[in-house]
């Protein structure tokens, strides 16, 4: 019984995402959504308001540099963790 | 591990790569690469002299404190730099905005220099601190 109802239960659940993901735009269609003003802005306008030529270091570190400071904090974070796990306890030894 | 070939050749081998991780950073706003990147490279060369030379030789350049410092240090900045930088630019105040210089300088791009320096700070003790951490349990 409960096979049963798993089995059921992940079949509805593929054929809800499967729905889904038939609504996705083709890949390299010029009407995506994906297509619109801020990436326009960015390939235009990068070079001037960022000052980089690597146009990649100017999103990441200029229009998204929030987000980089996330990531930071993860990488920072998780030492800090795995510092309170392992300090001390001697891995190899 | 006591190799005398793994010596010399670490000995000529480690300088060239972590001179090219910094190049990485410092070029990051020029060309491909960046502070993740240069940073990784940075890590894998100090996980290199650990592994030749054993730990207790990069214990004397590279300890606790200074791991600790160092990345709260590179974090603290990040944020203060980045954080004067929206405050000021997002409310139009018309304050001190570090300039733009030339793009193709070394010296150019505003903050995105020392951002990447901060990044790879971050990220090249992170990467040493795992192996350390997970080698030996201590740093």
Known sequence: ???IMSVTLSLILIIILLFGVAE?????DPNSPVNNY???RYLDKGLEETGAMNLIAGIILDYRAYDTFGESTVLFTSVICVLALLKGTGGKS | MNDIILKEIGKIVIPYIQIFGI???FNGHLSPGGGFSGGTVIGASLVLYKLIYGPEMIKKIINYKIVMHSMSIALLAYGILKGYSFITGGADLHLFQ????TPGNILSGGLLLPLNIAVGIIV???IFAFYSLFDEGEL
Request: no cysteine.
């Open chain 1, 1 to 3: 019984m409960k096979i």
């Open chain 1, 24 to 28: 996705l735009p083709e890949f390299g």
């Open chain 1, 38 to 40: 801020v990436s326009q």
């Open chain 2, 23 to 25: 190049y990485v950073i």
């Open chain 2, 98 to 101: 570090i300039p733009l210089g």
């Open chain 2, 124 to 126: 090249g003790f992170t």
